[in-house]
T-cell receptor
């Protein structure tokens, strides 16, 4: 079984500051890990994914995440926050085998202060 | 890239009526689609797994007679909320995997979501 824990339901940063959104996972099999962004009343957009290749994954909009097996973590970072980054961010895990659904964390709302 | 289209994007219906939500994979075939429900300021909760040509698999606590799922073709799954009540008001999102490698699904695409309001 898989599960995801996102630390911090709300993170607030100043524009230009580092963004760090935390995600820890639990998985009984080698995990596939994802970060999604959701804007109000919209679906989910994939930011990046880890699928057992490089542990440092680069995504869209300047985001990246590092898979650390020893820490069971997959934290999302961005060097410099932009106002347009304000949204809800979801970390998700799947077993990656066959048609298995994603299991989502509770989400972290990112606010960017001018 | 692969696209999953969901329709309608929002719907308002009267209590007691039924509402159908469509989820289409536009440029790939999806033998399996997933339906999620999202309450305000909360995460996505898996409701059911929709399998083409067979019965859907529902998560514990989800009423299969209330949330009817039909996956009649490889590109279309529908969710019908029957006899809707105000507590069914929510954001419903479908998802399908883009099959890059046989047996290994690594790319999930989501529909735009449907905001259902039951009055």
């Amino acid at each position: 079984a898989q599960s995801v824990t996102q630390l911090g339901s709300h993170v607030s940063v100043s524009e230009g500051a580092l963004v760090l959104l935390r995600c820890n996972y639990s998985s009984s099999v080698p995990p596939y890990l994802f970060w999604y962004v959701q804007y109000p009343n919209q679906g989910l957009q994939l930011l990046l994914k880890y699928t057992s290749a490089a542990t440092l994954v680069k995504g869209i909009n300047g985001f990246e995440a590092e898979f650390k097996k020893s820490e069971t973590s997959f934290h999302l970072t961005k060097p410099s926050a932009h106002m347009s980054d304000a949204a809800e961010y979801f970390c998700a895990v799947s077993a990656g085998r066959g048609n298995t659904p994603l299991v989502f964390g509770k989400g972290t709302r990112l606010s960017v202060i001018a | 890239g692969a696209v999953v289209s969901q329709h309608p994007s929002w719907v308002i219906c009267k209590s007691g009526t039924s509402v159908k939500i469509e989820c289409r994979s536009l440029d790939f075939q999806a033998t399996t689609m997933f339906w999620y429900r999202q309450f305000p300021k909360q995460s996505l909760m898996l409701m059911a797994t929709s399998n083409e040509g067979s019965k859907a698999t529902y998560e514990q606590g989800v009423e299969k007679d209330k949330f009817l799922i039909n996956h009649a073709s490889l590109t279309l799954s529908t969710l019908t909320v029957t006899s809707a009540h105000p507590e069914d008001s929510s954001f419903y999102i479908c998802s399908a995997f883009f099959p890059r490698t046989l047996g290994v699904n690594t790319e999930a695409f989501f529909g735009q979501g449907t905001r259902l309001t039951v009055v």
